[in-house]
């Protein structure tokens, strides 16, 4: 499937509708989360095809991308990476802020694609790179990783990679609601919000949900 026919399956079966906690951003997102699953898996009948996590503004990236619009400073003239950045909601807001520069990495193909349609929607430019980013270290000045802490593993790996870029001066910031494998131990919560989330995805309609920093080891 081409860069082209991805972007129009998004745009067919989402609204462009503002973020909930962030509604000077507006995402191309879908109505209902299993109708978008099964159309993904039978119009396009790709085997092992992701999920369209693209698709949702996750409760991890709104809070994110709200203290970064509340606090432009931490982004405004700096080189800023949005990790994972599903769709585009973190980086757009970075943008939007004043960052001088915007990479998001995913590793879904129709990510990529909707964080452009995003980006455009929004009158933003955004670098949207393909490909597993974990262990590489482009000399971001910032950092940002909104919902990464789902899977065990995967949650290790990149706290392990925040950390190193943390200790090398970046800052880093993550958005999470709490999810079983955030590694608390590690973090501590500089900001909490109350955001307005669907039932399809989580288990309550509002979920608190916090930005994390490394906490400094002296």
């Known amino acids: 499937m081409t860069s082209e026919e991805r972007r129009a399956f998004i745009t067919a079966h989402t609204r462009l509708l503002p973020v909930p906690h962030a509604p000077e951003i507006a995402l191309h997102v879908a109505d209902e989360a299993t109708a978008l699953w099964q159309k993904t898996e039978d119009e396009l009948g790709e085997i092992g095809l992701p999920p369209p996590f693209w698709a949702f503004a996750w409760a991890g990236g709104q809070a994110l991308a709200r203290y970064i619009l509340d606090r432009p400073d931490i982004v405004r003239g700096r080189r800023v990476l949005d990790f994972a950045s599903g769709s585009g909601l973190v980086a757009i807001a970075a943008a939007r802020a004043g960052a001088a ?19 455009a929607a929004n009158g933003v430019e955004i670098t949207a790179l393909e490909g597993d980013w974990i262990d590489r ?82």
Do not use: Q
């Open 137 to 218: 270290d482009e000399g971001w000045d910032v950092v940002l990783a909104g919902d990464v802490s789902y899977e065990r593993d995967m949650s290790a790996r990149v706290t392990h990679w925040l950390a190193s870029l943390n200790r090398r001066g970046a800052t880093v910031l993550l958005g999470d609601p709490g999810r079983s494998y955030l590694a608390r131990d590690r973090l501590e919560k500089i900001a909490e919000y109350r955001i307005p989330v669907s039932r399809d995805l989580e288990d309550m309609e509002i979920k608190k949900t916090g930005v994390w920093r490394f906490r400094e080891v002296g």
């Open 101 to 119: 520069e915007v990479c998001a990495t995913e590793i879904d193909a129709f990510a990529i694609d909707a964080i452009a349609v995003n980006a």
